[in-house]
C-alpha cells in the first residue's frame, strides 16, 4: 500500500512552451502534497507545500508565477512549468503526506525527468 | 532553522561488511523525527527507518539500525552485512512540522 505514482515519468518541451506533471496518491487520501526539485547528485529541494482546497505554500525564492501547483482532490496535485526555458531542466519529485492511519508519512512518487530543449 | 548536515559526501564498503553514514542536525523543537532515506539508481526514495525524538531506544529495521544522540543532535545510520542492492545515495531528513528537510546526501558504494 501508500503508492504515489507521477506522470509523466519523462518529458522533453521547447523553449517557451509549458509542461504538466502530475502528482497520484493511488491507494490513501492526501490532504497535503509536496514538490521537490532535484539535480544530479544533489539534494532534494522543497519546492512548495500544496494542502487540497487551497492555494500552495512556496519555498523562498520559488517563482510561483512559473511553478503552477493546484491541488485539485485528495488524491491528485499538479506542477505546470511554465514557459518552461533549460535552466528548468531538472529531476521534480512529489510526495504525498498520509493521515493518522499511516503515522502521517511522506510517499514518494518516482519522479518527473523534464529536459527543456 | 533547522538544518541537517552530513558530513560524508562519498563511502565506499566491501560487501558484507558494516558502515557508518553520520548526520547531525540542529534544530530548537523538542517534538520531531528523523529519517534516513536511500536513493537508489532508479531515483525512487525510499524509506529505509524512522526515529521519534521522543523515543530513547534506537531504531531497528533488519540490517538497518541508528544511533540516535538528542543532546549531541546527532543520528548515524548503521548498515551491518552490506549487500550490492545497498549501493545508493543516503539522505538523513528532520521534520518537526509537516515538511522533511534533507541533508545533502551520502553517496555509498557497496563492491563485491
Known amino acids: 500500500g501508500a503508492v504515489v505514482s507521477q506522470h509523466p515519468s519523462w518529458v522533453i518541451c521547447k523553449s517557451g512552451t509549458s509542461v504538466k506533471i502530475e502528482c497520484r496518491s493511488l491507494?490513501?487520501?492526501?490532504?497535503?502534497m509536496f514538490w521537490y526539485r532535484q539535480f544530479p547528485k544533489q539534494s532534494l529541494m522543497l519546492m512548495a507545500t500544496?494542502?487540497?482546497?487551497?492555494?500552495?505554500?512556496?519555498e523562498q525564492g520559488v517563482e510561483k508565477d512559473k511553478f503552477l501547483i493546484n491541488h485539485a482532490s485528495l488524491t491528485l496535485s499538479t506542477l505546470t512549468v511554465t514557459s518552461a526555458h533549460p535552466e528548468d531542466s531538472s529531476f521534480y519529485i512529489c510526495?504525498?503526506?498520509?493521515?493518522?492511519?499511516?503515522?502521517?508519512?511522506?510517499?514518494f512518487g518516482p519522479g518527473t525527468r523534464l529536459t527543456v530543449t | 532553522a533547522q538544518t541537517v548536515t552530513q558530513s560524508q559526501p562519498e563511502m565506499s564498503v566491501q560487501e558484507a561488511e558494516t558502515v557508518t553514514l553520520s548526520c547531525t542536525y540542529d534544530?530548537?523543537?523538542?517534538?520531531?523525527?528523523l529519517f534516513w532515506y536511500k536513493q537508489p539508481p532508479s531515483r525512487q526514495m525510499i524509506l529505509v527507518i524512522r526515529?521519534?525524538?521522543?523515543?530513547?531506544q534506537n531504531a531497528t529495521e533488519n540490517r538497518f539500525s541508528v544511533n540516535f544522540q538528542k543532546a549531541a543532535k546527532s543520528f548515524s545510520l548503521k548498515i551491518s552485512d552490506s549487500q550490492l542492492g545497498d549501493t545508493a545515495m543516503y539522505f538523513c531528513?528532520?521534520?518537526?512540522?509537516?515538511?522533511?528537510?534533507f541533508g545533502k546526501g551520502t553517496t555509498l558504494s557497496v563492491s563485491s
Open positions: 534544530t530548537s523543537e523538542s517534538n520531531y523525527y
Open positions: 531528513a528532520f521534520r518537526a512540522g509537516t515538511a522533511l528537510i
Open positions: 500544496s494542502n487540497e482546497g487551497s492555494k500552495a505554500t512556496y
Open positions: 491507494d490513501f487520501q492526501a490532504t497535503t
Open positions: 526515529q521519534e525524538a521522543y523515543k530513547q
Open positions: 510526495s504525498a503526506r498520509a493521515g493518522p492511519n499511516l503515522n502521517y508519512e511522506q510517499y
